[in-house]
């Protein structure tokens, strides 16, 4: 699984982060930046459920 983020989408509102923390975080200057740009399988139902939550829709995952 490979996951990423178009950061000019991107507003940090953290949704995705109270999804899948271990995959997501906000950087010290506050943008969203991926932990784990390949997450093993057993995150993909919280990757899924933050890609599928986020609100300007600037994630993007591929299988
Ligand atoms: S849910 Fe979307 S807009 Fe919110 S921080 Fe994550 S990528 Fe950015």
Same mark, same amino acid.
């Given at each position: 699984?490979e996951?990423s983020? @178009? #950061?000019?989408?991107?507003?940090a509102?953290?949704?995705c $982060?109270?999804?899948?923390?271990?995959?997501f975080e906000? @950087? @010290?200057?506050?943008e969203? #930046?991926?932990?784990?740009?390949?997450?093993p399988?057993?995150?993909?139902e919280?990757v899924s459920?933050? $890609?599928?939550?986020?609100?300007k829709?600037?994630l993007?995952?591929?299988?």
């Open positions: 699984m996951v983020v @178009d #950061r000019t989408l991107c507003e509102n953290e949704i $982060v109270a999804f899948a923390p271990e995959v906000l @950087d @010290d200057d506050e969203l #930046r991926v932990i784990q740009p390949n997450p399988e057993s995150e993909l919280r459920q933050a $890609v599928a939550s986020c609100p829709n600037a993007l995952m591929r299988r």
